[in-house]
């Protein structure tokens, strides 16, 4: 899917991904309970491994036949050092983003009842929601965002596709997360008539998904630009502070401490990054206007 992505062929590596591999394993797994009497857990999984293999087979076909016809003549250059850096970087990113998605839910889990947990966890999938359009968003972005850095774009093209990007997003967010807040209750009551004790907690959540909708394209630029260890340090802190904050709050708050945490490390990383990228990018990849972002300058 990444080498797709980066041979801009964004919506056929997304079906790959998405469509082929779910749909062939329905199949296999449909076939497998229909020709077998002894059908079981590990037999579905023995289909999600022929799904998953078969899917890479098809997707280095895919990768074959879109390659661009001069890179048959190129000779490859390997940069074994550099290549090394930026996987060390992207895989303690990748962690420490794990890290802060599940800080509430890790310390919810250690300082609250079982039933408040589950009643949390609900809600943070339900918020979970809003990533689809960070996904989508993000898909889209990163490739064509180092494509530009690449030929050396004017700032103010460069400027006017990240501004596009996340006014897209951003509307994306506000109205699914205001339909969410509509019938979170509805939603909630689905799995039972307690769990619309998490309503507000829900709220607060949707609240710090729209925050991270406002700035999202900042971590993909400075990652697409050559500056992941200074994402991982600006991602790691925020986690700290996001489990810091956890500790702090819900022992007196409860569920709503663990939502109100969240939506404000949200807002300290996105900060973050934007202060980072406006210094030394000098682009301002969010909904707020120049003028406030040059404050910081």
Do not use: C
């Not at 899917?1 to 779910?22: D, H, T």
């Not at 390997?78 to 990748?94: I, P």
């Not at 890290?99 to 918020?127: F, K, T």
């Not at 022992?251 to 210094?279: D, E, H, K, V």
């Amino acid at each position: 899917m990444s080498v797709l992505r980066g041979l801009q062929v964004q919506l056929i590596a997304q079906f790959l991904e998405g469509v082929f591999r779910s749909v062939l394993l329905i199949i296999l797994v449909l076939l497998a309970w229909w020709r077998t009497s002894n059908f079981h857990a590990g037999s579905a999984l023995d289909q999600y491994v022929i799904a998953t293999a078969a899917t890479v087979l098809f997707g280095i076909a895919l990768v074959y036949l879109k390659r661009p016809a001069d890179l048959i003549l190129n000779r490859p250059e390997f940069r074994s050092r550099e290549w090394m850096s930026t996987s060390t970087a992207l895989l303690f990113t990748g962690g420490m983003h794990l890290l802060h998605s599940q800080a509430d839910i890790l310390v919810l889990g250690a300082m609250r009842p079982p039933n408040e947990v589950a009643h949390y966890g609900v809600a943070s999938r339900i918020s979970g929601l809003l990533a689809m359009g960070l996904g989508a968003v993000t898909v889209i972005v990163a490739p064509k965002m180092a494509e530009m850095h690449g030929h050396n774009e004017s700032r103010d093209k460069f400027q006017s596709y990240l501004r596009d990007a996340t006014r897209l997003l951003m509307i994306f967010t506000l109205g699914l997360g205001g339909i969410l807040t509509l019938i979170g209750i509805p939603i909630l009551s689905l799995f039972g008539e307690e769990y619309i004790v998490a309503y507000w907690p829900l709220v607060v959540l949707i609240v710090g998904r729209a925050i991270d909708s406002g700035a999202v394209p900042t971590g993909q630029l400075m990652a697409m630009t050559g500056r992941l260890w200074q994402v991982s340090i600006i991602v790691l802190l925020s986690a700290m502070v996001n489990l810091a904050m956890n500790v702090l709050l819900i022992p007196p708050l409860g569920a709503m401490g663990a939502a109100i945490a969240t939506a404000i490390s949200f807002f300290i990383w996105n900060i973050a990054l934007l202060i980072y990228a406006w210094r030394q990018l000098g682009l301002n990849p969010s909904i707020l206007p120049n003028y406030f972002v040059k404050e910081f300058d």
